[in-house]
């Protein structure tokens, strides 16, 4: 999607689910929009980037429950481990929340409440599981029972293990409390219904002017074909945002988990006199784009905006949705230990290792197939055998024989081929195919190795002056297109990037190196440091 310079652009990332610790799965969303971030200010764009921890919901509460001790210390404990892994792995969010705070619940019952003024929200008997033995009120995840549509086991709120249908309170068939396994039974419990009928309209015409993938748009088509069906958006917990006027309800965690996003903007432009959180969210005035998992294409793409357009906000202009992980073909299981914990990965290997499988193994739409095998050849064919050999080859060559950047005109063919790569990851970032980013800057680095290798330098070296002036242009040539690479692979690799940018004899912040800086000729005479190894291979 292309966009207009002059307008701000607000990320966003699937906020993740704080009750348990991140796992290579989480990252399929967080990298790829970081690396979406990264990019666009090097394009010059105006970009600020946010998330937080998403910390209401049965869920929680169950894992609580199970742990002895509150909501708020199992939030408190996963939000912080969050954080430290987006830390390491340099996901760099300009603002990190959590939906538990007060600027959230304030903004959530804001929202509720002009949904409820605008005839948006009613009232309705339902019947709800309840439990004799516990004596409460079960709310979705406490019950377990048969799914109405395909009869496969379900939970209380989606047919998980199957159809993934969306299910209402008392639809499960059979139902039994995930507390203590007894039967439940069904009782009449008023809750309050948002009214997503009454949008159908509206979302068949937002899908068709809506940016980002086409399997969100797709995906979201085909519900809004069928007849949409209301929403339940109270749920019988003591933990979350308490509904309007009721204190024995709260709102249903996908209603305030969302407004986060809008609660976060207004923390992050708190005191700024030059901007605020309205532009975004309530002026039309920039753009928002929401990076998030297939799986959660339905809450973004017809839920989430369908409560924009009734409570009075801007509308998102695009939704990009990653695949989802599997490992070894399988899908993620905790219980069967079928995971890969990122804090354990991270011991192990350099989490830019890691960003760069990621983003390159496969098409951001497709699913990715992670193992062991295809993590070691992405590392030692491309990392180790195409990149870093570039590196360690000229900069060896370069230190011994000049100890610095040659004199010398860079030739034109170089600039071309820079030209040629910039225009390709541009594109690529702007129809949101980062692996096709990566193929365009690694070519370039394998350019660099056919280049070099073509020209013979060390037989240049050998032919007196005019062959060792020749030899420095060529060594020059080389010296421009690794300093390509790096800036056009900082966005997937930060560290290692700003590493190798040291090497090459730039002194600044590789960070903060506009595109513009590509066909700026490398100075001579700037010092190279006796180069060390970018990559180690890895033994499987």
């Known amino acids: 999607m292309e966009i207009p310079v002059d307008k701000p652009i607000l990320v966003t990332s699937a906020l993740p689910y704080v009750n348990g610790e991140c796992h290579i799965g989480h990252l399929r969303t967080y990298v790829p929009a970081d690396l979406y971030v990264r990019m666009l200010r090097k394009m010059c764009y105006n970009v600020r980037f946010i998330c937080g921890s998403d910390t209401h919901g049965t869920p929680i509460v169950l894992s609580a429950e199970?742990?002895?001790?509150?909501?708020?210390?199992?939030?408190?404990?996963?939000?912080?481990?969050?954080?430290?892994?987006?830390?390491?792995?340099?996901?760099?969010?300009?603002?990190?929340?959590?939906?538990?705070?007060?600027?959230?619940?304030?903004?959530?019952?804001?929202i509720v409440k002009k949904l409820i003024e605008n005839g948006y929200v009613y009232k309705k008997i339902t019947k709800q599981a309840y439990c004799n033995t516990c004596g409460r009120f079960l709310p979705d995840r406490y019950v377990e029972g048969k799914c109405p549509y395909c009869g496969a086991i379900a939970r209380g709120d989606e047919c998980d293990q199957s159809c993934g249908k969306h299910l209402e309170p008392g639809e499960i068939i059979e139902p039994k409390c995930k507390i203590?396994?007894?039967?439940?039974?069904?009782?009449?419990?008023?809750?309050?219904?948002?009214?997503?009928?009454?949008?159908?309209?509206?979302?068949?015409?937002?899908?068709?002017?809506?940016?980002?993938?086409?399997?969100?748009?797709?995906?979201?088509?085909?519900?809004?074909?069928?007849?949409?069906?209301?929403?339940?958006?109270?749920?019988?917990?003591?933990?979350?945002?308490?509904?309007?006027?009721?204190?024995?309800?709260?709102?249903?965690?996908?209603?305030?988990?969302?407004?986060?996003?809008?609660?976060?903007?207004?923390?992050?432009?708190?005191?700024?006199?030059?901007?605020?959180?309205?532009r975004y969210w309530k002026d039309d005035a920039a753009v928002i784009v929401h990076f998030i998992g297939t799986d959660i294409i339905y809450h973004h793409c017809i839920f989430w905006p369908a409560m924009l357009k009734g409570a009075g906000y801007s509308l998102p202009d695009a939704v990009v949705a990653s695949g989802m992980v599997k490992i070894n073909g399988e899908t993620f299981s905790k219980s069967r230990g079928n995971v890969v914990w990122t804090t354990e990965f991270l011991k192990r290997f350099h989490p830019d290792t890691l960003r760069y499988y990621i983003i390159s193994q496969s098409s951001h739409t497709k699913e990715l197939d992670f193992s062991w095998n295809s993590f070691a050849m992405r590392v030692n064919n491309e990392l180790v055998g195409v990149l870093g050999n570039l590196v360690h080859r000229v900069l060896t060559f370069a230190h011994k024989n000049f100890?610095?950047?040659?004199?010398?005109?860079?030739?034109?063919?170089?600039?071309?081929?820079?030209?040629?790569?910039?225009?390709?990851?541009?594109?690529?970032?702007?129809?949101?195919?980062?692996?096709?980013?990566?193929?365009?800057?690694?070519?370039?680095?394998?350019?660099?190795?056919?280049?070099?290798?073509?020209?013979?330098?060390?037989?240049?070296?050998?032919?007196?002056?005019?062959?060792?002036?020749?030899?420095?242009?060529?060594?020059?040539?080389?010296?421009?297109?690794?300093?390509?690479?790096?800036?056009?692979?900082?966005?997937?690799?930060?560290?290692?990037?700003?590493?190798?940018?040291?090497?090459?004899?730039?002194?600044?912040?590789?960070?903060?190196?506009?595109?513009?800086?590509?066909?700026?000729?490398?100075?001579?005479?700037?010092?190279?440091?006796?180069?060390?190894?970018?990559?180690?291979?890895?033994?499987?």
């Open 180 to 278: 203590c396994g007894n039967d439940a039974v069904f009782k009449d419990q008023e809750q309050f219904f948002f009214l997503l009928s009454a949008f159908a309209e509206f979302l068949a015409s937002y899908l068709d002017t809506l940016g980002g993938t086409l399997n969100a748009r797709n995906y979201a088509r085909e519900w809004v074909k069928k007849e949409l069906r209301d929403w339940c958006i109270t749920r019988n917990l003591d933990w979350g945002v308490k509904f309007p006027g009721r204190d024995d309800l709260v709102v249903y965690v996908w209603v305030d988990a969302p407004i986060g996003y809008i609660s976060f903007t207004e923390e992050l432009l708190k005191g700024n006199e030059d901007i605020s959180w309205d």
């Open 403 to 540: 100890a610095m950047v040659p004199e010398g005109d860079i030739e034109e063919e170089i600039f071309v081929a820079i030209s040629k790569r910039r225009d390709e990851a541009i594109r690529a970032v702007e129809e949101y195919e980062f692996k096709k980013f990566v193929d365009a800057v690694m070519s370039l680095a394998d350019f660099g190795n056919r280049a070099f290798h073509r020209q013979e330098p060390w037989h240049l070296i050998k032919k007196g002056e005019e062959g060792k002036a020749r030899c420095g242009t060529v060594i020059k040539d080389v010296l421009q297109l690794l300093k390509a690479v790096c800036i056009l692979l900082e966005p997937v690799m930060p560290e290692k990037m700003q590493e190798m940018w040291h090497l090459i004899g730039m002194e600044s912040d590789v960070h903060s190196v506009k595109l513009d800086e590509l066909l700026v000729p490398i100075e001579s005479g700037q010092a190279l440091v006796k180069p060390k190894k970018l990559f180690r291979r890895i033994e499987l």
């Open 66 to 110: 199970a742990q002895g001790i509150t909501p708020k210390a199992v939030v408190k404990r996963y939000h912080e481990h969050f954080r430290q892994v987006f830390k390491a792995l340099n996901v760099d969010f300009d603002y990190y929340g959590q939906t538990d705070s007060e600027s959230n619940h304030r903004r959530t019952e804001e």
